[in-house]
């Protein structure tokens, strides 16, 4: 059923139908009429391959979990194969914001967390394209200046002289 607005109003089973037979369905036209059931009814659910299939919780440590799910980033191939130490690079107009990104560059390499920047240069070109509004910063990662760059934070760690290793604690 659609709404005066233009929405289309689904129960709780609708949209649990509609995510499994469509997963590329855009979902910002969906209104839910019951938000708690909807949550019950997919809270042992999730994404994988584009369909919808049964959670069954994994029977490994917190870390070989991370570890497999950590190479698996549900993105568009281009951000999958986007040069991001290259993207990066290319942002910067100064030598001490090349040193900066070099410098950040090889702890982000060290921890294995290229695919993980990635993924925040297209979460926040998705949220820019729906203009959501998200914070200004917050905590350790308003010293790296690379998050600056992608646009995770509005805080120059260059300007405010805070040292990137902040974030690598």
């Known amino acids: 059923m659609m709404n005066r607005f233009g929405d289309y109003v689904l129960n709780e089973k609708e949209v649990v139908n509609v995510l499994y037979n469509n997963p590329n ?5 969906l209104s839910i009429t019951d938000v708690e059931k909807f949550n019950d009814a997919i809270a042992n659910l999730y994404l994988a391959n584009g369909k919808l299939e049964q959670y069954i919780e ?3 440590s917190v870390e070989e979990f991370d570890k497999q799910y950590q190479q698996n980033w549900y993105m568009p191939q281009e951000y999958k194969e986007l040069d991001i130490a290259e993207y990066l690079l290319s942002l910067c107009q100064t030598d001490t914001e090349l040193q900066r990104v ?5 702890e982000y390499q060290k921890i294995e967390f290229f ?3 990635r993924f ?5 070109d998705t949220m ?4 959501i509004v998200w914070g200004v910063g917050r905590g350790s990662s308003v010293a790296s200046y690379v998050l600056y ?6 805080i120059d760690s260059i300007k405010y002289n805070l040292p990137y290793n902040e974030f690598f604690k």
Do not use: C, M, Q, S
Request: avoid cysteine; hydrophobic fraction near 40%; proline fraction near 3%.
């Open 25 to 29: 369905v855009d979902l910002t036209k």
């Open 58 to 60: 994994p029977n490994v």
């Open 102 to 106: 070099g410098h950040e560059l090889l």
């Open 115 to 117: 695919d993980a920047l």
């Open 120 to 124: 925040l240069k297209y979460f926040v």
């Open 128 to 131: 820019r394209d729906n203009n």
């Open 149 to 154: 760059l992608l646009g995770i934070h509005k």
